[in-house]
């Protein structure tokens, strides 16, 4: 899909929540290494607005002209306003031991252009469209040159042309897929002589950009500050997520003691008074009280209804997916009873009921890292379609036997009556703890 342009207005908002995110994590981690190198880049990408010329990457798969391209527009320079400066990008779609980081370097270059020039010497492949793609999702601005056509016949290079135009509906305008010719073929030239014998010569043809000529003026006259507003936008955003991973980093530093500490209390409460009923369990498990204290190391201050919201959102899509039954399966299958079936059955849920809470608190964990903004609002709003689609993804990447048996193991030291304890046994043969 095309991507909306950015306008000078969304590219000062993303530059503003950077410096928020930036001056956040030197509150919260003075001593971080990452805050004077992350205020050096956006001070550098902020100065690179007022750069008088503009970068035009040329790029492409292997022997699709980009060389001949690039010295043909450095000898014979469009017309522009500001200066011109091309970048020829290493060959995409490459094999060998080599190629992914060419495939790096060349996406590199591009996004940090203003403008990509995109060589094909036919019809698209799945992979050309897909790097098309890719670019026009990421803000930047591409033209499409079909070059050689001179390898074509007149009605054959049209057809290519049309094909190529409808190909990318929705991606690029029509305009911005052109012809080029930059190095044409030698053709065949007989001749005959005053004696009536003929002989042939190669005789070299011209070069032909005019269409992208005419293109590549009109985006530059039309597009010139745009083009700089999307790449400082690219550029901003890498900061942003750089500065966004080290502010994450401080606070999921603070937010998992925190989860520990809440698992074992529910864990504890559970074991003591085992619950009736498994929807209990899942409601024990996700309290409000540990949401209102992540908020507020994510800066998201949640009122308790709100708290009480989310926590009964993340119990419902527990119990619909019968993460309860799963837990309480493997967990009882870790443990062997022994006489003592009160205890073991308290063990179970208690258990149950610390896996549960750590799941719902890396939830929530995930859901408040991929907040864009860290400024608190007075009334937030859940988006409990994605705090549900988190919590699967969580549950699946931590629902690994050994990771349910440190569960296990951590909780029967925590909660076994200090005379029983003695009376358990850990058998690494069998990875199973015994009552």
Known sequence: PVTKAIDRTTLDRV??????????????????????PLKQQLTQIKQNLTRPDRHIAITGGQRV?????????????????????????PDLFTIGAESQAAATTARQIALNADLVLFLTNGDLTATEYKYLATLRRASQRVILVFDRVDRYLPDERTLILQKLQSTVTGILSPQDVVTASSTPAPIKVRKVQADGTAIETLEATPVEIGSLDRQLTNVLATEGEKLVW???????????TTAKTALNTVRRDRALPLIDQNQWIVAAAAFA???PALDLLATAAVNAQMVVDLGAIYQQKFSLAQAQSAAGAMG????????????TQTVSGLLKTNAVTFVAGGMVQGLSAAYLTHIAGLTLVEYLEAQDLIAPEPTRAWN??????TLQKVFQANQRVAYVQTIVKQGVDRLMPAGAATEVGYHSGSNALVL
């Open 15 to 36: 530059i503003s929540q950077v410096e928020l995110v930036i001056s956040q994590l030197a509150i919260e981690s003075p001593q971080s290494t990452q805050i004077d």
């Open 316 to 327: 419902n899509v527990m119990l619909k997916l019968g993460l309860v039954e799963i837990c």
């Open 384 to 389: 409990l379609d994605l705090l549900g689609n």
């Open 65 to 89: 002209g980009k060389s001949s391209l690039l010295k043909l527009l450095t000898t014979a320079p469009v017309p522009s306003a500001t200066p011109l400066k091309y970048i020829k990008t």
């Open 273 to 275: 008074n085992p619950l």
């Open 230 to 240: 999307a790449t400082t936008y690219r550029q901003v955003a890498g900061v942003q």
